[in-house]
């Protein structure tokens, strides 16, 4: 089959099925689910991948909520699309979790795009998506990396829904960090001089990281909490703990910024006395390494879908763990715009345009546009070559 004849067989297929692609963004949308919790989400799109042919394996990897389905037609290339369904807390009436990323949608574009080759020929390799959970919390991604199911894939495809389009948005590299001091309680009025104050480290530590940011880079991003500060104002607190998220644009600087804050909590252990303890409470993540390649290809692509305003422009950072992912196979990832310009994720005005008729429009689109770019990867060796070598050229890579 050529090029065309592929485009317009997807994209008839695309005009058949955007009502259940529609329905799977508004179904997630409806039953949103902390992460590590999507039960029913995981439930419900492995029932639509099997009734379309997929092989389905749920649990996937060490993930209750993970899930791996293939279609498989005869050797040739391996290409994925990455399914997240995981809600955030508190955003919901009476501070129930709900869809304020809009994974919701990102589940309907990567199951949807599967589900388009599924119903189309002309091709021949494995299609697979790949449910992620916990991408909120603890980095499904990265879980399911060291697991080794990156192992064996050409290529990755993955779109989010966000406040504008964009082909290259910025994701920082991101390290979890808890201190836990342990002191010795005593009355704060008639014995002080007996505590050691663990909130006081707290405190310090605070201190010596504000101090600290003069002396850093303009990408690097330190942003903490204190999650414990005692238990009574008239006793030493005898424990305390705080947590920080540290980014930075490229892992090895990251590095080298956390051990420094991490010298910080140190140094308030030291000058308090308190015993300081340190762990990362959640995975570490990358940063994001787009594929050249993919990303001029899904411009093409996108363009024809009907995303007449595609634009490479960078876009405010945060993270993701499909930055670790992208330094282990090419990646594709792009942002699909909705609203008016000025909502972001993460904001309680996102949840109404996540589900949002012009949200399932762009769904519809984005299914399309990563079916084709997949296509073109399943039945043109020469590009899958240049996707490849564009990764090893440009991309730290990283073994698990």
Not at 355 to 381: I, W, Y
């Amino acid at each position: 089959m050529s090029e065309h004849s592929l485009w317009e067989s997807l994209r008839s297929i695309a005009a058949e099925s955007a009502d259940q692609i529609m329905d799977i963004s508004h179904y997630i949308f409806t039953h949103p689910e902390l992460g590590e919790k999507e039960y029913e989400s995981c439930r419900y799109l492995t029932k639509v991948l099997r009734e379309t042919g997929f092989s389905v394996t749920c649990p996937y990897g060490t993930m209750e909520t993970a899930f791996r389905a293939e279609l498989c037609r005869g050797e040739g290339a391996t290409i994925a699309f990455l399914a997240e369904y995981d809600a955030l807390p508190g955003y919901g009436e009476n501070k129930q979790p709900a869809h304020a990323c809009g994974h919701n949608w990102v589940a309907a574009a990567s199951v949807g795009a599967a589900l388009l080759l599924s119903r189309t020929g002309g091709w021949q390799g494995t299609v697979v998506v790949l449910g992620t959970p916990a991408e909120e919390t603890v980095g499904g991604k990265v879980i399911l990396a060291k697991n080794g199911a990156f192992q064996g894939i050409d290529a990755v495809f993955e779109m989010h829904l966000n406040k504008c389009n964009s082909l290259r948005p910025r994701a920082l590299a991101i390290d979890s960090w808890e201190f836990s001091f342990r002191g010795k309680a005593s009355h704060a009025a008639s014995a002080p001089e007996r505590g050691i104050n663990a909130l006081d480290a707290v405190n310090l530590t605070f201190a010596g990281i504000n101090a600290l940011r003069q002396q850093l880079r303009p990408d690097v991003r330190i942003h903490g909490i204190v999650t414990d500060g005692g238990s009574a104002v008239n006793i030493i607190p005898e424990s305390a703990a705080c947590r920080f998220y540290v980014r930075s644009e490229k892992r090895d600087d990251l590095d080298e910024v956390s051990r420094r804050v991490i010298d910080c909590a140190r140094g308030a252990a030291l000058m308090t006395g308190a015993e300081l303890t340190v762990r990362k409470f959640e995975n570490s993540y990358d940063d994001l390494e787009p594929n050249e390649v993919l990303m001029e290809r899904m411009a093409v692509h996108l363009e024809r879908a009907g995303f007449g305003d595609v634009t490479s422009a960078r876009q405010d950072p945060g993270s993701t763990d499909l930055g670790t992912v992208s330094h282990l196979v090419p990646v594709f990832y792009g942002y699909a715009g909705v609203g008016d310009g000025n909502t972001d994720c993460h904001e309680a005005d996102f949840i109404p345009l996540a589900d949002s008729p012009q949200a399932a429009e762009k769904a519809v689109k984005c299914a399309l546009a990563m079916a084709c770019g997949a296509a073109e990867l399943l039945t043109d060796q020469k590009l899958l070559s240049e996707v490849q070598a564009a990764f090893r050229r440009s991309v730290p890579q990283k073994v698990y």
